[in-house]
């Protein structure tokens, strides 16, 4: 985790095509530091986090998209100490498939 409170730092993960049956998916991020241990996640869509709020780290991620396509995901983390991660975006392709 970052202790630096100036400007954080953007990492970009890449890009993962993921086919869910519904646009509101569930999604298991596993994250890790190497000091202390993971308390809160926050998650956006946009890159200043606009209404975005911290919530407790269980790897579960509950997401809403209005149509599939390309999406853009910003991730912060926290950790027990209230140190504040860079910020992580990771590109999704979601397409919805229709159930069998």
């Known amino acids: 985790m970052s202790t630096n409170k100036n400007k954080k730092k953007l ?12 646009l509101n998916p569930k999604l298991y991020l596993d994250v890790k530091d190497n000091t202390t241990k993971v308390k ?3 998650v ?8 975005a709020t911290w919530r407790l780290y269980d790897g579960n991620i509950k997401l809403k ?5 390309k999406k853009n ?3 912060k983390l926290k950790d027990e100490a209230g140190n504040v991660s860079d ?4 590109q999704l392709r979601i397409e919805v498939v229709a159930t069998k």
């Open 65 to 69: 998209f209005k149509k599939d396509g």
């Open 11 to 22: 990492y970009d993960v890449g890009e993962k095509l993921l086919e869910f049956k519904t």
């Open 87 to 90: 910020v992580y975006k990771q």
């Open 73 to 75: 995901l910003y991730i």
């Open 40 to 42: 809160y996640i926050m």
């Open 44 to 51: 956006s869509q946009n890159k200043s986090f606009k209404k």
